[in-house]
């Protein structure tokens, strides 16, 4: 059973578009973009800051996710080397209310908040290491 002229024009068609897409979503993994002005990271988390704490971390992660488990190693050894930055991890199965206030879709996704709650910037996906000294350095001064 063949397929006719105009199924195989749609379905060349789906692939295109799902490669564009594919390649769009590549390209945006873990790239920085802007705060988006979303709710106060720290009351999100269920957390205040610490003296010592400048910039909060809010990994969101799914139980399911292997890129999730990159994030958090990431994340971890960058607080280590930088006392003033506070990752936390959230489970968004287990508080979903978190990722429609951050207008989450995906995850990893990691939003960085300054001591008063503000979002400064947002990564979906594994966060590039040089991204995450950028940060580290430019926040924490």
């Known amino acids: 059973m063949g397929l006719s002229a105009a199924g195989v024009a749609v379905l060349i068609g789906v692939l295109v578009v799902a490669t564009v897409a594919g390649l769009v979503l590549r390209r945006r993994d873990g790239r920085v973009t802007q705060g988006k002005g979303t709710g ?7 957390i205040d800051p610490d003296p010592a704490d400048r910039v909060l971390l809010l990994q969101l ?6 890129p999730c488990a990159r994030t958090r190693e990431q994340l971890t050894a960058l607080t280590a080397e930088h006392p003033d930055l506070r990752h936390v ?7 979903p209310g978190i990722a429609r206030v951050l207008h989450v879709l995906r995850t990893p996704t990691t ?3 300054d001591r008063a709650g503000t979002e400064l910037l947002r990564v979906g996906g594994v966060p590039r290491r040089a991204d995450l000294q950028a940060l580290s350095l430019e926040e924490t001064r």
């Not at 106060?40 to 269920?46: C, E, P, R």
């Not at 991890?89 to 508080?95: G, L, N």
């Open 40 to 46: 106060n990271g720290w009351d999100l988390a269920g």
């Open 61 to 66: 992660s799914s139980p399911v996710c292997t």
């Open 89 to 95: 991890e959230v489970d968004v199965a287990e508080h």
């Open 111 to 113: 939003v960085a908040f």
